[in-house]
């Protein structure tokens, strides 16, 4: 069997985009046909990904069980950011990042990586007579 056929087999029953209303339906309906279909994870996720969807599913059954964010902490690495994150998405039935969540706390980008202070001090590379290079301030 080559490659082709054996994705085409994975996926051949997702359904179609036009039967569906809203592409949230949609979504949700392939997410569901997705998590039936046994080894597709293992094909679209990379091991670290697979890793962070244990860790935060085991982060999240900890919770439940009444465990303190310390404790879940010291056993699956976990940082009390991304605890407070997954209490909230359980709460809210709906994951979101930090960053979405909080979006006033992000500078906004200036389109340069360096200010113009560290431009006016630059330095240049000069090379001797004795072939060892120094740098002359421009």
Request: glycine share 4%; charged share 30%; hydrophobic share 35%.
């Amino acid at each position: 069997m080559n490659k082709k056929s054996r994705l085409e087999w994975k996926f051949k029953d997702l359904p179609s985009l036009d039967a569906f209303q809203s592409r949230k339906e949609w979504e949700a309906a392939c997410l569901n046909k997705v998590l039936e279909t046994k080894g597709v994870l293992e094909i679209l996720l990379t091991p670290k990904e697979r890793h962070n969807l244990v860790i935060r599913a085991a982060a999240v059954e900890s919770l439940a069980s009444g465990k303190s964010y310390r404790q879940i902490g010291r056993e699956l690495w976990v940082s009390p950011q991304t605890l407070s994150g997954l209490r909230k998405a359980v709460a809210e039935n709906n994951y979101r990042s930090y960053a979405s969540r909080h979006p006033q706390v992000r500078r906004p980008k200036t389109g340069r990586w360096f200010s113009e202070s560290k431009m006016k001090s630059r330095r240049v590379l000069k090379h001797t007579a004795f072939g060892k290079p120094y740098f002359k301030k421009v």
